[in-house]
């Protein structure tokens, strides 16, 4: 069997190629010549290859994720901000487009980026290490559910505050859709992510790009928590369930 590539620096080469090495492992387990040992040290290769893919599967999930549901968070954020019926947001829309084109459906596409990209790294990184720190401090080998639902408390609520300046700029962006053409004498707003940041400072202060940090902990921690707990009580489930099968086989 072929030497394991690593050093991957997307997602899909490095799905291509776990896959075609599980494949082969599967093959030769069927075979009279399997080699147990050699198969073994191919699985755990599959391992490290899904570990290495797994950071560049976030980015490129969370790039993914942030264009493909920006006009839908748009939509949602424009209707939290006045209430409209729909045919009004309808006329709203088609007055944007009308103005900007259809790339002002995205408008806010690149505070959500900076926003989400950022807060999927903090997120999973600082949930790792509190993950670590809480099963050290409690003397558990395995995180239990209460310390996956408190390290995904916490590490949710810091990625929440550090990204939420961008999360602001981006609801201000969205909000401004339809608004500033129905204005016919108003003056050109720079759509600029920073130069939104520095008029909110200057109108509201530093702490104008912290507005909702309450509702958005209040949202965003319970959310983390359940997410992280609920995959890892599901993953030690089945490791279990897969453990108690081999033992019945052998």
């Known amino acids: 069997m072929t030497a394991f590539p690593t050093g991957f620096r997307s997602s899909l080469p490095c799905i291509h190629t776990v896959t075609q090495k599980f494949g082969e492992i599967t093959t030769a387990k069927n075979t009279v010549t399997y080699n147990s040992t050699t198969s073994r040290e191919n699985e755990v290769q599959c391992f490290r290859a899904c570990v290495e893919l797994f950071p560049s599967m976030r980015r490129d999930f969370a790039l993914g994720s942030a264009t493909l549901i920006s006009p839908l968070e748009l939509i949602r954020t424009k209707m939290q901000f006045r209430p409209l019926s729909y045919k009004e947001l309808t006329q709203c829309i088609q007055m944007s487009v009308a103005n900007e084109g259809w790339l002002s459906l995205w408008k806010g596409w690149g505070p959500t980026v900076l926003r989400d990209v950022p807060f999927s790294a903090m997120y999973w990184y600082n949930y790792e290490l509190g993950k670590k720190w809480l099963c050290q401090r409690y003397n558990k080998l395995e995180p239990t559910f209460t310390i996956s639902f408190t390290a995904g408390a916490m590490s949710g609520s810091i990625a929440a505050v550090v990204t939420l300046p961008f999360d602001v700029v981006k609801t201000?962006?969205?909000?401004?859709l339809g608004e500033l053409e129905s204005l016919k004498n108003s003056p050109?707003?720079?759509s600029s992510t920073w130069k939104i940041m520095y008029r909110i400072i200057s109108e509201n202060g530093f702490q104008g790009l912290f507005a909702?940090?309450?509702?958005r902990l209040i949202k965003i921690a319970p959310a983390c928590a359940i997410m992280i707990s609920t995959y890892e009580f599901g993953k030690a489930f089945?490791?279990?369930l897969n453990n108690e099968r081999q033992l019945k086989v052998l």
């Open 188 to 190: 050109k707003r720079s």
């Open 238 to 240: 089945f490791r279990k």
């Open 212 to 215: 909702g940090l309450i509702p």
């Open 172 to 176: 201000r962006r969205q909000v401004e």
